[in-house]
């Protein structure tokens, strides 16, 4: 948090976008930890009209802002991307702006779409991006928009494979697969690093309350697994669950280019691969998000008891 924030008069936290998965996570873990906060939903907050923006960052003088708002459908962004542009670019930028008219710290959720996909090696925060769908080029411009009008208090965290207890998952889905106990196939070819949103949320707390240097992090879990290993491991807690279940055996592989032939509405491409390196954490003198695997256990059975039958 910047030291300027506290000298202007700012104190507390807004959360735009409190309204979602992640908004949901970061605003409980802020009254959970007795922090000042405001969350403001879409009904709230139009992040796209600057007027709104300014007006509602000078009613609450923030000293921390955490831009949740996205547009997040992927594919839909492809026939969109004017529309998702506005919500992804103009968005943030409004908000950077007025955060540098404040001087309140931005924190602006980002995505492993910004990178082509087709690394071998955990992506580095400096490294060269190559958005390939709209999605990822309208959250780069997000991105830019940040660290360009706030060079000193501005941070991206980038995040991938998200899932929680609140709102759509992949978790969620495999879920219910696993209750209807029907052989699934999952693609095989797509490595990433799943992420619970209450870990991301703590990450974001813990780097906004810090003294890191501004700029660009990964807020993702260690370690790195495909879609099929992910939904295997999902229909192995599902089986030792309460519910029980036939576990992981009823997941079976299957590539990208046939899952892409066979579905009826996919239209963006998906990177192959998206794990994302943390040296940023460790220069900052910070610990990363831990393991994928740990985290899954950790969140399964909230996820499992409010996931509808």
Not at 193 to 217: E, F, K, M, R, V
Not at 279 to 285: E, I, S
Request: charged residues 15%.
């Amino acid at each position: 948090m910047s030291e300027d924030a506290g000298e202007a008069g700012l104190s507390g936290w807004l959360v735009t976008g409190a309204a979602g998965m992640l908004g949901r996570d970061l605003t409980a873990l802020l009254a959970s930890r007795g922090e000042q906060f405001t969350g403001l939903g879409r009904a709230e907050l139009d992040i796209t009209d600057a007027g709104a923006v300014t007006a509602a960052l000078k009613a609450h003088s923030p000293a921390i802002v955490v831009n949740c708002a996205a547009w997040t459908a992927v594919d839909d962004a492809e026939a969109h991307e004017a529309e998702a542009l506005r919500l992804n670019g103009d968005g943030p930028a409004n908000l950077a702006v007025a955060c540098a008219s404040l001087g309140a710290t931005l924190v602006q959720v980002s995505t492993d779409y910004v990178f082509a996909g087709d690394g071998v090696t955990p992506y580095a925060e400096d490294a060269r991006t190559g958005p390939r769908t709209a999605y990822g080029r309208t959250k780069l411009a997000g991105e830019q928009a940040v660290l360009e009008a706030l060079p000193g208090t501005g941070y991206v965290v980038r995040t991938a494979w998200l899932y929680g207890e609140h709102g759509a998952s992949f978790v969620r889905t495999m879920i219910r697969l696993a209750r209807k106990g029907n052989p699934v196939t999952v693609v095989d070819d797509q490595a990433g690093q799943p992420t619970w949103t209450a870990d991301l949320a703590a990450q974001i707390h813990l780097l906004a309350s810090s003294n890191a240097p501004a700029g660009i992090y990964h807020g993702t879990s260690s370690g790195e697994t495909t879609w099929f290993e992910f939904a295997r491991e999902i229909f192995g807690l599902h089986a030792a669950s309460p519910e029980g279940g036939a576990g992981r055996d009823l997941v079976s592989p299957t590539t990208t280019a046939a899952y892409a032939a066979a579905a009826t509405r996919q239209t963006a491409p998906r990177p192959a691969y998206s794990v994302l390196g943390h040296d940023k954490w460790a220069a900052a003198g910070l610990a990363p998000i831990g393991h994928w695997r740990d985290s899954l256990h950790r969140a399964f059975p909230a996820i499992l008891a409010t996931t509808p039958a």
